[in-house]
């Protein structure tokens, strides 16, 4: 996506740091901007009945 944004000049507004390899990192990423509380589904302390994300 960003390669296709720049060939029209459109990644311009966004800044590099707009731009993720994996929607992994961007969860990571928000998680660390933001302190929000996350769980993932593969962490080994997750309980079954916590819904992933929580």
Same mark, same amino acid.
């Given at each position: 996506?960003?390669?296709?944004?720049?060939?029209? @000049?459109?990644?311009?507004?966004?800044?590099? &740091?707009?731009?993720?390899?994996?929607?992994?990192?961007?969860? =990571?990423?928000?998680?660390?901007?933001? @302190?929000?509380?996350?769980?993932?589904?593969? &962490?080994?302390?997750?309980?079954?009945?916590?819904?992933?994300? =929580?």
């Amino acid at each position: 996506m960003k390669d296709r944004l720049a060939v029209y @000049g459109l990644d311009k507004p966004f800044g590099p &740091d707009a731009f993720y390899s994996t929607i992994g990192s961007v969860v =990571s990423s928000y998680v660390e901007a933001t @302190g929000a509380r996350w769980t993932d589904w593969t &962490d080994p302390d997750r309980t079954a009945d916590e819904p992933a994300g =929580s």
